[in-house]
């Protein structure tokens, strides 16, 4: 069982490698839906393990074993095995849980503010302008959805290539990726490994929506041009807007020019086989998370007599 319990813990450190170059081969709509699919269920497992693991060392003690009703000792490995890793199961997931709770917190607290900031200025259909010195863009959530942008990325950028970064933000609003960016970051406190899967996630809803406004304008070059000047504007200001908001200026901006005025890539065999790796790297941790539950739950009913062993 405690075997079982480890592997979900072990596996996510593998899938940083392929989730990267699963991004890099596959339609970034497409890798989008992959990677957030494989972080979300590679955290699910890994809670799921921790979990268990704490649970398995607190019916070592004696008080909870009684809560519990169990008649017979749970049979487990030594408990100088179950124990510390009980132990440690404890701490990450109440590190996990402090650490989450106040990105909730700080996340929370700057979607209100942007929100309050947004909702009183005048708009022009979904677009909120913001007098502010400091460059910035981004689509924001909520309803309705607005695209704020501020009044210096304005003046950075010339009339085509505010056309460009409005079409930006507005495939952020209307495919609703602020919602897998909120997955990838409840990913990234389940497990440190995935904090890379995010930074993938990030990415993809990044190209998923520079090539969104390529086909709206059709002209890539005219997008690449406007994401490279608005990155240059905002590199050194501040921004406010809550992390799950998607901006234009976010991401390593040279991959993401550069995959714009690149001819689009071809299908290969890497491509099945990262996609195979990064899904049998889930698939494994999943099914060696679901079999540990499984089986505590069957020593549990045994200990307390309700099966036969």
């Known amino acids: 069982m405690t075997a079982l319990l480890l592997l979900p813990l072990i596996l996510p450190f593998l899938a940083p490698m392929p989730a990267r170059r699963t991004l890099g081969r596959l339609a970034p709509a497409t890798a989008l839906w992959v990677l957030t699919a494989s972080a979300l269920a590679l955290a699910g497992a890994c809670v799921a393990a921790l979990g268990a693991l704490v649970l398995t060392g607190l019916l070592k003690l004696p008080a909870f074993a009684a809560l519990g009703e169990l008649n017979h000792p749970l049979r487990t490995p030594s408990d100088y095995l179950v124990l510390p890793a009980a132990m440690a199961a404890t701490g990450v997931l109440t590190l996990?849980?402090?650490?989450?709770?106040?990105?909730?917190?700080?996340?929370?607290?700057?979607?209100?503010?942007?929100?309050?900031?947004?909702?009183?200025?005048?708009?022009?259909?979904?677009?909120?302008?913001?007098?502010?010195?400091?460059?910035?863009?981004?689509?924001?959530?909520?309803?309705?959805?607005?695209?704020?942008?501020?009044?210096?990325?304005?003046?950075?950028?010339?009339?085509?290539?505010?056309?460009?970064?409005?079409?930006?933000?507005?495939a952020h609003n209307r495919a609703g990726h602020h919602y897998f960016l909120a997955v990838a970051e409840l990913a990234a406190h389940c497990h440190p490994a995935l904090r890379a899967a995010r930074d993938?996630?990030?990415?993809?809803?990044?190209?998923?929506?520079?090539?969104?406004?390529?086909?709206?304008?059709?002209?890539?070059?005219?997008?690449?041009?406007?994401?490279?000047?608005?990155?240059?504007?905002?590199?050194?200001?501040?921004?406010?807007?809550?992390d799950f908001a998607p901006g234009a200026t976010t991401g390593p901006v040279p991959q993401r020019v550069s995959a714009l005025l690149a001819p689009p890539a071809g299908r290969s065999r890497a491509l099945r086989w990262?996609?195979?790796?990064?899904?049998?790297?889930?698939?494994?941790?999943?099914?060696?998370g679901a079999a540990g539950v499984v089986d505590f739950h069957h020593e549990v009913e045994i200990a307390q007599g309700e099966e036969s062993p």
């Open 96 to 170: 996990s849980a402090w650490t989450f709770a106040r990105s909730t917190f700080r996340q929370t607290r700057a979607f209100r503010t942007a929100r309050t900031q947004a909702d009183r200025r005048p708009t022009a259909g979904d677009l909120c302008v913001v007098d502010s010195p400091h460059p910035d863009a981004y689509a924001l959530p909520g309803r309705p959805h607005r695209i704020v942008v501020t009044t210096a990325m304005l003046r950075s950028l010339g009339p085509a290539e505010r056309e460009a970064l409005f079409a930006h933000e507005r």
């Open 200 to 242: 993938s996630i990030r990415l993809a809803a990044e190209r998923a929506a520079d090539e969104a406004a390529a086909d709206a304008l059709g002209d890539r070059r005219l997008v690449a041009k406007a994401i490279a000047r608005a990155a240059l504007a905002g590199h050194a200001a501040q921004s406010a807007r809550p």
């Open 274 to 288: 990262t996609a195979l790796l990064l899904a049998a790297c889930t698939l494994l941790s999943v099914t060696a």
